[in-house]
Nanobody, 124 residues
Framework: QVQLVESGGGLVRAGDSLRLSCAAS????????IGWFRQAPGREREFVAA????????YYADSVKGRFTISRDNAKNTVNLQMNSLKPEDTAVYYC?????????????????WGQGTQVTVSS
C-alpha cells in the first residue's frame, strides 16, 4: 500500500510556472507507476501525465505536451510535475495516483491509490 500527498498548488497568472510534488509513503515506491490527473469544476477528471517506475518512460496528454514535465526521484519517494506556460484552462484540482506495475495508462480507473489533490488556479 502507498499513501500519496500532493503539494505545490496555488494561484498564478497565465504564462507563469508551478511545480507540483507528490510525496509517497512506504518502502515499495518503485513498484508503482505514477500518474497526474486533474479535474476542473463541472468537468470530468482527465489524464495529465504519467511516469514509469524507473522514470525512464513518460507520457503526456496532448493538451500539456511541451509545457509540462513529469519526473521522479525514487530515493526521495517523490514525483514532480513541472508546469510551464500555464493557461487559464489548466485551472483544476490536480491529483497524483499510483498504479502497481509497468504499464503506463491514461485510465484513472486503473490507478489504485490517490492523493487528496492540490488546487491550481491560473488567472488570465
Amino acid at each position: 500500500q502507498v499513501q500519496l500527498v500532493e503539494s505545490g498548488g496555488g494561484l498564478v497568472r497565465a504564462g507563469d510556472s508551478l511545480r507540483l510534488s507528490c510525496a509517497a509513503s512506504g518502502r515499495t515506491f518503485t513498484r508503482y507507476a505514477i500518474g497526474w490527473f486533474r479535474q476542473a469544476p463541472g468537468r470530468e477528471r482527465e489524464f495529465v501525465a504519467a511516469i514509469s517506475r524507473s522514470g525512464g518512460s513518460s507520457y503526456y496528454a496532448d493538451s500539456v505536451k511541451g509545457r509540462f514535465t513529469i519526473s521522479r526521484d525514487n530515493a526521495k519517494n517523490t514525483v514532480n510535475l513541472q508546469m510551464n506556460s500555464l493557461k487559464p484552462e489548466d485551472t483544476a484540482v490536480y491529483y497524483c495516483a499510483a498504479r502497481e506495475g509497468i504499464v503506463l495508462t491514461t485510465e484513472g480507473a486503473s490507478y489504485d491509490y490517490w492523493g487528496q489533490g492540490t488546487q491550481v488556479t491560473v488567472s488570465s
